[in-house]
């Protein structure tokens, strides 16, 4: 087959989905029926002028004009600019004023109408063919939305040896530069051979380029021989686009640098099905009644029952994107009326990411997320809430202040969403626990329960939860969606993890650690069980003091240096050293700077090799020259993240181990006793995908 026949038969799949499809050259201004004034021009004018009317029929005819006066000519000279100023307009419609009566009306006009589909006009052309700044080119298949180009697929042929789908990704960045306005309204690039297709953002590069592997659902993955038909039955379904289009799109900024990311298959069907039933599990019951059960959680979920279930998708997968649609999907639904929603993680420094992706994405949410900074501001916060909001708060704020037996009732009300990120730590638990002083204490989700006894919880994990973690379930109920370590790494989303034990190679204290170890499990630093948390930590402490032995470290230094050189003659990155406690971090970093004098720098813009920590002034003196402020740990973040800059290594105790992205991370060296999610999490730092990386490697040595 060729690129030709090809071409035909993705028509032919558009067709099928209930979309017209038209040859360019038959609609070019020099044909008989042409639809577009000359060859710079890129939106089919006439689809969009009918579209505006018929989606706003109380427009004077002066306003069409106006609107599509202000949809066609891009106000920046910058494409990112552009592309998110129209999606903007996409979502909210544009701001136009009119007189009607003396009277000046302020209005939005619509472009699209995402409630009814056949309110819209599907058109795919082929061999489109624009003047570019160099020379004309001719995109293989456009699709048009009400005469807006708002995605484009460049195909090669199945049998040509010499072309891949790497060359139509190329071809793509060349029409970037070339026709620039074409892209001004893209929302989605696909490449494709006819057995390969991927598709990506406007500002993707390769490695995000990925896989669509469903057509309506989750479970609907049909084994089509060309990849290319599954993506154009499911992901330019219609009514699935509509959607996608409306709540699975998001921009965020890093400096100056707008960056463009959409959902993968996997997050559209896990948001799609988790709003599908937090709607059914947050209503008010008007009677003692539960209805029948509905068939996986998500058809077992009982009206009314406020557990809006668990989406487990591994890490790496995009969960932060999946939690920011969830929240933009479900606060436009209807039979939600205007819900409040609260994020609730267990770590500052959890809580400080989410808040800033979610307030990257204020046009997808239509408000402005708040934090909680202390509890009472989050019962204040909670208290005046009528309807509305977006509230971040660390699961910790909810323990009740001294003298109250049980968290007062802060808000009622139905339409209370809390959205957990990682939803089987330790503190969701419910169960009470007798203290010394005969009094009952219980977990902070009880307390979350007393303060909105009516909110509905739904958990976003990376991990699996437990099968015999019953807490887990009672909170929230079983998994809505499931998108594993194994999805991933078929789909390119991240690279698989090899795991090498070096305890063997250290001589010291060898077995005393290993059976210590395997007693000590890894201690939360927020785990609120008191007792349990004191007597983990006499054996925590004795282990430390095998661990962090000179000898040892000298040890290990030598070892995790000759390793980590070795590696990185195969295969240029960085690596993450996990050290059981701060002074060990310390310990371990002047033990390697002996063996490398020269990767040590005291100026935090220079050196190969930092240790990164919290601290404070009255740490003693062998941990201050690590101590830095917020300003400078960020210069460390982008450093490291950087794969030209010198930085190579970094150790840590606990930052940087769950929501830290740096693909160029290669390795990581484990000195800490860690098991369960919290190792899951930690070793998810190497999987993620970064140019010709093969695999991220855990070494242990403990």
Same mark, same amino acid.
């Given at each position: 087959?060729?690129?030709?026949?090809?071409?035909?038969?993705?028509?032919?799949?558009?067709?099928?989905?209930?979309?017209?499809?038209?040859?360019?050259?038959?609609?070019?201004?020099?044909?008989?029926?042409?639809?577009?004034?000359?060859?710079?021009?890129?939106?089919?004018?006439?689809?969009?002028?009918?579209?505006?009317?018929?989606?706003?029929?109380?427009?004077?005819?002066?306003? $069409?004009?106006?609107?599509?006066?202000?949809?066609?000519?891009?106000?920046?000279?910058?494409?990112?600019?552009?592309? !998110?100023? *129209?999606?903007?307009?996409?979502?909210?419609?544009?701001?136009? $004023?009119?007189?009607?009566?003396?009277?000046?009306?302020?209005?939005?006009?619509?472009?699209?109408?995402?409630?009814?589909?056949?309110?819209?006009?599907?058109? %795919?052309?082929?061999?489109?063919?624009?003047?570019?700044?160099?020379?004309?080119?001719?995109?293989?298949?456009?699709?048009?939305?009400?005469?807006?180009?708002?995605?484009?697929?460049?195909?090669?042929?199945?049998?040509?040896?010499?072309?891949?789908?790497?060359?139509?990704?190329?071809?793509?960045?060349?029409?970037?530069?070339?026709?620039?306005?074409?892209?001004?309204?893209?929302?989605?690039?696909?490449?494709?051979?006819?057995?390969?297709?991927? =598709?990506?953002?406007?500002?993707?590069?390769?490695?995000?380029?990925?896989?669509?592997?469903?057509?309506?659902?989750?479970?609907?993955?049909?084994?089509?021989?060309?990849?290319?038909?599954?993506?154009?039955?499911?992901? *330019?379904?219609?009514?699935?686009?509509?959607?996608?289009?409306?709540? *699975?799109?998001?921009?965020?900024?890093?400096?100056?640098?707008?960056?463009?990311?959409?959902?993968?298959?996997?997050?559209?069907?896990?948001?799609?099905?988790?709003?599908?039933?937090?709607?059914?599990?947050?209503?008010?019951?008007?009677?003692?009644?539960?209805?029948?059960?509905?068939? /996986?959680?998500?058809?077992?979920?009982?009206?009314?029952?406020?557990?809006?279930?668990?989406?487990?998708?591994?890490?790496?997968?995009?969960?932060?994107?999946?939690?920011?649609?969830?929240?933009?999907?479900?606060?436009?639904?209807?039979?939600?009326?205007?819900?409040?929603?609260?994020?609730?993680?267990?770590?500052?420094?959890?809580?400080?990411?989410?808040?800033?992706?979610?307030?990257?994405?204020?046009?997808?949410?239509?408000?402005?997320?708040?934090?909680?900074?202390?509890?009472?501001?989050?019962?204040?916060?909670?208290?005046?809430?009528?309807?509305?909001?977006?509230?971040?708060?660390?699961?910790?704020?909810?323990?009740?202040?001294?003298?109250?037996?049980?968290?007062?009732?802060?808000?009622?009300?139905?339409?209370?969403?809390?959205?957990?990120?990682?939803?089987?730590?330790?503190?969701?638990?419910?169960?009470?626990?007798?203290?010394?002083?005969?009094?009952?204490?219980?977990?902070? /989700?009880?307390?979350?329960?007393?303060?909105?006894?009516?909110?509905?919880?739904?958990?976003?994990?990376?991990?699996?939860?437990?099968?015999?973690?019953?807490?887990?379930?009672?909170?929230?109920?079983?998994?809505?969606?499931?998108?594993?370590?194994?999805?991933?790494?078929?789909?390119?989303?991240?690279?698989?993890?090899?795991?090498?034990?070096?305890?063997?190679?250290?001589?010291?204290?060898?077995?005393?650690?290993?059976?210590?170890?395997?007693?000590?499990?890894? $201690?939360?630093?927020?785990?609120?069980?008191?007792?349990?948390?004191?007597?983990?930590?006499?054996?925590?402490?004795?282990?430390?003091?095998?661990?962090?032995?000179?000898?040892?470290?000298?040890?290990?230094?030598?070892?995790? %240096?000759?390793?980590?050189?070795?590696?990185?003659?195969?295969?240029?990155?960085?690596?993450?050293?996990?050290?059981?406690?701060?002074?060990?971090?310390?310990?371990?970093?002047?033990?390697?700077?002996?063996?490398?004098?020269?990767?040590?720098?005291?100026?935090?813009?220079?050196?190969?090799?930092?240790?990164?920590?919290?601290?404070?002034?009255?740490?003693?003196?062998?941990?201050?020259?690590?101590?830095?402020?917020?300003?400078?740990?960020?210069?460390?973040?982008?450093?490291?993240?950087?794969?030209?800059?010198?930085?190579?290594?970094?150790?840590?105790?606990?930052?940087?181990?769950?929501?830290?992205?740096?693909?160029?991370?290669?390795?990581?060296?484990?000195?800490?006793?860690?098991?369960?999610?919290?190792?899951?999490?930690? =070793?998810? !730092?190497?999987?993620?995908?970064?140019?010709?990386?093969?695999?991220?490697?855990? $070494?242990?040595?403990?």
């Amino acid at each position: 087959m060729n690129e030709d026949q090809l071409e035909q038969h993705c028509l032919d799949w558009f067709r099928e989905g209930g979309w017209e499809t038209l040859y360019g050259p038959d609609i070019a201004p020099d044909s008989n029926n042409p639809e577009r004034s000359n060859y710079h021009e890129v939106v089919l004018k006439s689809y969009l002028e009918q579209a505006i009317i018929r989606l706003n029929p109380h427009l004077p005819a002066s306003s $069409v004009e106006q609107v599509l006066a202000q949809v066609t000519k891009p106000a920046s000279l910058d494409l990112l600019t552009n592309n !998110r100023a *129209f999606h903007k307009l996409l979502l909210e419609g544009v701001p136009i $004023v009119y007189k009607q009566d003396d009277e000046q009306i302020h209005d939005h006009a619509f472009l699209i109408d995402f409630q009814d589909v056949s309110q819209n006009r599907f058109l %795919v052309v082929n061999q489109f063919t624009i003047q570019g700044s160099k020379q004309p080119r001719r995109p293989d298949v456009i699709c048009f939305i009400n005469g807006l180009p708002i995605a484009i697929l460049e195909l090669k042929s199945p049998k040509d040896e010499n072309a891949d789908i790497w060359d139509a990704f190329n071809q793509l960045q060349t029409y970037k530069d070339e026709i620039g306005d074409l892209f001004a309204f893209n929302e989605a690039l696909v490449v494709s051979d006819g057995y390969t297709a991927r =598709i990506g953002s406007l500002t993707a590069n390769q490695e995000r380029f990925m896989p669509w592997r469903t057509i309506k659902n989750e479970d609907d993955k049909p084994l089509l021989e060309w990849q290319l038909e599954t993506l154009v039955r499911g992901f *330019f379904d219609r009514a699935l686009l509509l959607d996608y289009i409306r709540y *699975f799109v998001l921009f965020e900024t890093d400096g100056e640098l707008i960056i463009k990311k959409i959902a993968g298959y996997h997050q559209f069907h896990a948001v799609r099905e988790a709003v599908r039933v937090t709607v059914i599990a947050s209503q008010a019951l008007t009677a003692n009644k539960v209805s029948d059960k509905r068939a /996986a959680y998500g058809e077992d979920v009982q009206l009314g029952s406020k557990k809006a279930g668990v989406v487990w998708h591994t890490q790496g997968s995009g969960k932060s994107i999946s939690m920011c649609c969830y929240a933009g999907k479900l606060l436009q639904q209807a039979e939600m009326n205007n819900p409040t929603l609260l994020i609730v993680t267990d770590r500052n420094d959890l809580d400080g990411q989410l808040f800033a992706t979610f307030s990257c994405a204020q046009e997808l949410l239509k408000q402005v997320p708040v934090q909680a900074n202390d509890r009472e501001e989050l019962r204040r916060l909670l208290s005046e809430r009528e309807s509305g909001g977006i509230i971040f708060t660390t699961v910790q704020k909810f323990s009740p202040i001294e003298g109250e037996s049980e968290h007062p009732i802060l808000n009622a009300r139905h339409n209370i969403v809390v959205i957990s990120d990682e939803a089987h730590r330790s503190q969701y638990g419910l169960k009470a626990v007798l203290t010394k002083e005969g009094e009952y204490k219980f977990g902070y /989700a009880k307390h979350m329960r007393d303060a909105i006894p009516n909110a509905s919880f739904i958990g976003f994990t990376g991990t699996p939860i437990a099968f015999d973690d019953k807490d887990t379930r009672a909170v929230f109920g079983g998994y809505v969606s499931i998108y594993d370590i194994q999805d991933a790494v078929d789909d390119g989303a991240t690279v698989p993890i090899y795991y090498e034990s070096r305890l063997a190679k250290l001589d010291l204290n060898h077995e005393d650690i290993e059976a210590l170890s395997s007693q000590v499990d890894d $201690v939360i630093e927020d785990e609120e069980d008191v007792g349990l948390r004191e007597k983990t930590k006499g054996e925590w402490s004795r282990l430390e003091k095998l661990v962090g032995a000179g000898p040892r470290l000298k040890q290990v230094a030598a070892d995790l %240096v000759a390793h980590f050189e070795s590696r990185n003659e195969s295969m240029e990155g960085k690596a993450m050293v996990v050290g059981m406690s701060r002074d060990i971090c310390a310990q371990l970093y002047s033990e390697i700077i002996a063996l490398r004098p020269e990767w040590h720098d005291t100026d935090p813009e220079k050196g190969a090799i930092k240790v990164v920590m919290t601290g404070s002034a009255s740490d003693r003196a062998l941990l201050q020259p690590h101590i830095y402020n917020k300003q400078t740990k960020k210069r460390l973040e982008k450093r490291f993240k950087d794969p030209t800059d010198p930085l190579k290594m970094v150790i840590v105790r606990d930052m940087w181990l769950t929501g830290f992205d740096a693909p160029c991370c290669h390795t990581m060296y484990v000195d800490k006793p860690m098991k369960g999610h919290n190792l899951m999490q930690a =070793i998810a !730092r190497v999987n993620r995908v970064f140019k010709n990386k093969p695999g991220g490697l855990v $070494v242990d040595y403990i």
